[in-house]
């Protein structure tokens, strides 16, 4: 992927954030909870409650837990490497300075026709490079690869 598309990629811009309900500290912890959603230019997540954190030299770091947490990065770069991702967690966690996100809980990812079933997986959103693992003895990964996704990369 070339330096331009990857610096599309990358998240930018503020972060908007709604809920039921809000209580702010000054110790730079947020807490939302209730319907709440975070949008940014290129990334919508969505859960029961949230907590953010920014750290006194600007990081910020989310934590989203619901019903599941749902994820839709959108990308906005070109060919099949910068396809959308959506994915779905019982708890999603954004480090925005390092465009990370790590999902936890009977994650389900989808990228094109491609399906991705684990405990635990890490998103980068610049690269979008995904690990993942199960939990336990016996608890694996399942992908799903749409035929189609790969004829597409190929030509």
Do not use: K
């Not at 909870?33 to 030299?57: F, H, K, P």
């Not at 390092?98 to 990812?109: F, M």
């Amino acid at each position: 992927m070339a330096w331009g598309q990857t610096e599309r990629l990358r998240d930018q811009g503020p972060l908007e954030i709604s809920a039921d309900r809000a209580e702010l500290a000054r110790s730079g912890v947020m807490q939302y909870s209730g319907n709440v959603e975070l949008t940014t230019a290129t990334l919508r997540v969505t859960g029961d409650a949230l907590r953010l954190e920014r750290d006194s030299d600007g990081a910020i770091r989310v934590a989203v837990e619901g019903a599941p947490a749902t994820l839709n990065h959108e990308a906005t770069g070109e060919g099949e490497d910068t396809q959308a991702v959506d994915a779905q967690a019982e708890r999603i966690q954004y480090n925005r300075a390092e465009g990370l996100i790590t999902l936890q809980g009977d994650v389900v990812l989808r990228r094109g026709g491609d399906r991705l079933v684990g405990e635990t997986l890490r998103y980068s959103l610049l690269d979008q490079r995904i690990t993942a693992s199960g939990a336990g003895e016996g608890n694996r990964v399942r992908i799903t690869i749409d035929p189609q996704t790969i004829e597409r990369t190929q030509e």
